[in-house]
């Protein structure tokens, strides 16, 4: 069982949809939850990052981090067609700068 | 621009001739790693180092070695490549192993025949 496992879709929606994309794991001391994007041709680019559960919002973006479930999802409201990538969860625990991905997520915005 | 610098951005080359990728960074950031991606298997951590002539394995080390001589520069080399190292390969750096966000090249896509 990885680590982290993440749905690599693709998916696609509509201009304007609330898109959700989810990672569970499996290590309990995961503490730092971070979501990256990765436009094609491109090196992954840190979106949002979180310590320990809660939520935290930043424009159209909004991160969450259930512990207890071992779940962390990445909401975006009113998708456009420029949020079309490869979304990449990645989470590291408080001893070790090891940081560990999950396999990516591959979003389309259609017009 | 704060950036990391990869070179080249694509390669072809031959089973077992030696090559190097590098990789330099001006931000005076003190943790660098090299990652491969591969289809299904989402990034995987090569090798790391947390400062100059400080280097170690992550979880795919095999057929790889780095070496870290001075803060900016951490080049991966293959000493004798395969055709199971075809892959994408990024460098990232980070101010220290505990920072949250690293900053990512914009990738090595390698082909071995």
């Known amino acids: 069982q990885k680590e982290v496992e993440q749905d690599p879709g693709p998916l696609s929606v509509p201009e304007g949809a609330i898109v959700s994309l989810n990672c569970t794991y499996s290590?309990?001391?995961?503490?730092?939850f971070m979501w990256y994007r990765q436009y094609s041709r491109k090196g992954p680019e840190l979106l949002m990052y979180t310590y320990s559960s809660g939520n935290k919002e930043d424009g159209r973006f909004t991160a969450q981090v259930d512990k207890s479930s071992k779940y962390i999802s990445l909401f975006i409201r009113d998708s456009q067609p420029s949020d079309s990538a490869t979304y990449l969860c990645a989470m590291k625990s408080s001893n070790t700068g090891k940081l560990i991905f999950g396999q990516g997520t591959t979003l389309q915005v259609k017009p | 621009e704060a950036q990391v610098t990869q070179n080249p951005r694509y390669l072809i080359t031959v089973t077992g001739k030696k090559l190097t990728v590098t990789c330099s960074q001006n931000?005076?950031?003190?943790?660098m790693s090299w990652y491969r991606q591969d289809p299904g298997l989402g990034l995987r951590q090569i090798y790391y180092s947390m400062n100059v002539e400080v280097t170690d394995k992550g979880d795919v080390p095999e057929g790889y070695k780095v070496s870290r001589k001075e803060k900016r520069n951490f080049p991966l080399i293959l000493e004798s490549p395969s055709p199971n190292q075809t892959s994408l390969y990024f460098c990232?750096?980070?101010?220290?192993?505990?920072?949250?966000?690293?900053?990512f090249g914009s990738g090595t896509r390698l082909t071995v025949v």
């Open positions: 290590n309990s001391a995961f503490q730092y």
């Open positions: 931000m005076n950031h003190e943790y």
């Open positions: 990232a750096s980070s101010s220290s192993d505990r920072d949250y966000g690293y900053t």
